[in-house]
């Protein structure tokens, strides 16, 4: 089934013009979205509670205030701090101070697909889903264009909750990459999946897979680091700027026979039988309430798993070899 995209000339309602948008957050989307609605001409405040993020917003130049302040002035709130803390700080801080005509905004639909977060009747609930980091929204944004992203409304009160939504997707510079419609059903199951199985878990693990194949057959760990890390990223940006095509094109008959031949049989039926069942869980709730019950009980598994990728072979040996190339550069957290 084909769908529409959409992109700046047909973004053409001007709902939100002089209202003030509140970004709650200031880390990877917040601080994106808010210099990006900056420069797009928004009067644009933060909300976010004491600490390093309080500080750089205020540093960057914005109004900022506790996330109760924040909520009471601003039209659109746009909640952007992890979705984990999200529910609480929307039922401590920003739930009373919530006004007929205001919207509320997310990036991510896991807390209002997941009930965690039941907004009132009386307020538009929009998506705006950034295809991409938060860094790269605002790095594309300054460079002329921007990420892709979705847009869509939960509940439509004013009856232009849509378009809300597509003006805003517009203000953070993604209508000149393109904009797709969704719900967030829709785009909660996919981004889970996504990030679960391909983006990041299928690809770190294919990529620690083969490391471990490498140096446990006696190939050395630096070697085995270029094949199957580094050079991950060169051919990402041929996929990226022209697909499989381009890859292809650029690389050997050699590699492209082996990949059509082998690469199916390493991600195989079993591979895809796991995705399978990690759709179907995040389909019936089970992931979030996995991820939910570990955050409440101090995220001793994330704390754990995250440990474990530090300090793994791979990661130091990445780490020493990277000190060696100035020109790949990892400087830009939260640049503005
Ligand atoms: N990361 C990304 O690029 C993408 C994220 N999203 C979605 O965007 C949303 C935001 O995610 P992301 O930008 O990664 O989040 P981050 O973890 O980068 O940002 C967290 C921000 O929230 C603040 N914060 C944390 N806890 C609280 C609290 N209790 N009260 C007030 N402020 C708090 C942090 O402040 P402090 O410095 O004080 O901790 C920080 O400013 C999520 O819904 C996510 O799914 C969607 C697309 C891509
Ligand atoms: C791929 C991870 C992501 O979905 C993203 C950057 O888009 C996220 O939640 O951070």
């Known amino acids: 089934m084909s769908v529409e995209m959409l992109y700046e000339k047909d973004v053409t309602t001007n709902y939100l013009e002089g209202q003030t948008i509140a970004v709650i957050g200031y880390g990877?989307?917040?601080?994106?979205?808010?210099?990006?609605?900056?420069?797009?001409?928004?009067?644009?405040?933060?909300?976010?509670?004491p600490g390093k993020s309080f500080d750089k917003?205020?540093?960057?130049?914005f109004e900022v205030y506790s996330v109760a302040e924040a909520a009471e002035k601003g039209d659109v709130v746009q909640m952007l701090t992890p979705d984990e803390v999200m529910s609480d700080v929307y039922k401590n801080e920003v739930a009373d101070h919530l006004k007929p005509g205001n919207t509320l905004g997310f990036s991510h639909g896991f807390n209002v697909y997941y009930k965690e977060i039941v907004p009132p009747e009386f307020v538009d609930v929009t998506m705006m889903a950034p295809k991409g980091p938060g860094n790269l929204c605002r790095r594309t944004y300054k460079?002329?264009?921007?990420?892709?992203?979705?847009?869509?409304?939960?509940?439509?009160?004013?009856?232009?909750?849509?378009d809300k939504s597509k003006e805003l997707a517009k203000a953070n510079g993604a209508a000149r990459a393109g904009l797709l419609k969704t719900?967030?059903?829709e785009e909660t199951d996919e981004d889970l999946f996504g990030e679960q199985n391909v983006l990041m878990g299928g690809v770190t693990a294919l990529i620690e897979t083969g490391f471990e194949v490498l140096t446990e057959a006696g190939?050395?760990?630096?070697?085995?680091y270029f094949e199957v890390e580094h050079e991950m990223k060169l051919i990402c940006d041929l996929i990226y700027e022209g697909g499989f095509?381009?890859?292809y094109q650029d690389c050997s008959n050699t590699s492209e026979y082996g990949s059509y031949v082998v690469g199916p049989k390493v991600v195989g039926k079993e591979s895809k039988q796991?995705?399978?069942?990690?759709?179907?869980?995040?389909?019936?709730?089970?992931?979030a309430k996995e991820f939910m019950a570990d955050y409440r009980?101090?995220?001793?598994?994330?704390?754990?798993?995250?440990?474990?990728?530090a300090n793994s072979q791979l990661s130091q040996v990445g780490a020493e070899l990277r000190a060696h190339m100035p020109f790949v550069n990892d400087a830009d957290k939260y640049s503005d």
Do not use: C
């Not at 917003?57 to 130049?61: L, N, Y």
């Not at 796991?274 to 992931?287: E, R, Y």
């Open 183 to 185: 719900t967030f059903k």
């Open 28 to 49: 990877a989307q917040g601080h994106a979205q808010a210099n990006n609605f900056r420069d797009s001409g928004f009067h644009v405040i933060i909300g976010v509670r």
């Open 274 to 287: 796991a995705m399978k069942d990690a759709l179907t869980n995040i389909q019936n709730g089970k992931f």
């Open 297 to 309: 009980a101090g995220f001793p598994e994330l704390y754990r798993l995250r440990e474990r990728s």
């Open 245 to 247: 095509n381009k890859m």
């Open 219 to 224: 190939y050395s760990p630096q070697l085995a």
């Open 143 to 162: 460079e002329g264009f921007g990420v892709p992203a979705l847009y869509g409304a939960e509940q439509d009160a004013s009856g232009h909750a849509e």
């Open 57 to 61: 917003a205020k540093k960057d130049g």
